[in-house]
């Protein structure tokens, strides 16, 4: 049985009661509920929620505000925040991500894809300390070596490419905006714009081949990320 706690923000009941069920369903049970953005702040100072899912479209204090206040303080900063959009919403998605967000669900939404990305979100938050090995699949990450195998093959890549997949394998699942894996993983030498995260993504695939396409996805609109199953 899970024990942590869930803050469910969102303003219409029927979107909640359906929230509410499917977290229950999976064994989530200790569940808060907030029908608009002042009520959600003070019920995540009141409570601390393990992690927020959070709809865009709120009355008063709108999500993305509510998302920007959550992770400008230090208090909250750490609480994972999954938002609630509705498709047309790309801007209010990207500037979401880039605020802090952790990820992202679309609606009408799939019960089991909001299962899954709770639970992802929750077990990234629990790691104390990220690996000096990362594995994914066939693929094996050693931060301490600096090294990539995939199906016990060595794999060269740059210090970028290195970071960059790093970045996406420690956190399958999670979608990242351009300026956010500039801003995570640039370093001396890291050429700072959107397309070069492209040409890096291309060259990542390439060089990891039918695992590479296979499994660095790009979400159009927004950025990229590791497939979950990964």
Same mark, same amino acid.
């Given at each position: 049985m899970a024990n942590e706690k869930i803050l469910i923000v969102e303003d219409e009941p029927a979107i909640r009661e359906l929230l509410k069920m499917a977290l229950n369903e999976a064994g989530y049970k200790t569940l808060y509920e907030a029908e608009d953005g002042e009520k959600a702040l003070e019920m995540v100072h009141r409570y601390q929620?393990?992690?927020i899912l959070l709809d865009l479209m709120l009355p008063g204090i709108d999500g993305l505000t509510v998302c920007r206040k959550l992770k400008s303080s230090e208090d909250t900063a750490r609480i994972p925040v999954i938002m609630l959009t509705a498709k047309s919403e790309e801007?209010?998605? &990207?500037?979401?991500?880039?605020m802090g967000?952790?990820?992202y669900i679309t609606k009408p939404f799939s019960r089991k894809i909001l299962v899954a990305r709770v639970r992802a979100q929750l077990r990234d938050t629990?790691?104390?300390a990220a690996?000096?090995?990362i594995r994914r699949g066939d693929l094996v990450l050693n931060?301490?070596?600096?090294s990539v195998k995939l199906s016990g093959e060595e794999v060269e890549l740059t210090h970028g490419e290195f970071e960059l997949l790093r970045l996406l394998a420690s956190h399958p699942g999670r979608v990242y905006t351009r300026n956010q894996i500039i801003q995570k993983i640039r370093g001396d030498g890291?050429? &700072?714009t959107e397309r070069a995260v492209d040409v890096q993504i291309v060259n990542l695939r390439r060089k990891l081949e039918t695992w590479g396409a296979?499994?660095?996805e790009t979400i159009r609109g927004v950025g990229y990320r590791l497939k979950m199953e990964a």
């Amino acid at each position: 049985m899970a024990n942590e706690k869930i803050l469910i923000v969102e303003d219409e009941p029927a979107i909640r009661e359906l929230l509410k069920m499917a977290l229950n369903e999976a064994g989530y049970k200790t569940l808060y509920e907030a029908e608009d953005g002042e009520k959600a702040l003070e019920m995540v100072h009141r409570y601390q929620p393990d992690l927020i899912l959070l709809d865009l479209m709120l009355p008063g204090i709108d999500g993305l505000t509510v998302c920007r206040k959550l992770k400008s303080s230090e208090d909250t900063a750490r609480i994972p925040v999954i938002m609630l959009t509705a498709k047309s919403e790309e801007s209010d998605i &990207v500037l979401g991500l880039e605020m802090g967000a952790g990820d992202y669900i679309t609606k009408p939404f799939s019960r089991k894809i909001l299962v899954a990305r709770v639970r992802a979100q929750l077990r990234d938050t629990a790691e104390a300390a990220a690996s000096t090995e990362i594995r994914r699949g066939d693929l094996v990450l050693n931060v301490e070596f600096h090294s990539v195998k995939l199906s016990g093959e060595e794999v060269e890549l740059t210090h970028g490419e290195f970071e960059l997949l790093r970045l996406l394998a420690s956190h399958p699942g999670r979608v990242y905006t351009r300026n956010q894996i500039i801003q995570k993983i640039r370093g001396d030498g890291y050429p &700072v714009t959107e397309r070069a995260v492209d040409v890096q993504i291309v060259n990542l695939r390439r060089k990891l081949e039918t695992w590479g396409a296979e499994h660095i996805e790009t979400i159009r609109g927004v950025g990229y990320r590791l497939k979950m199953e990964a």
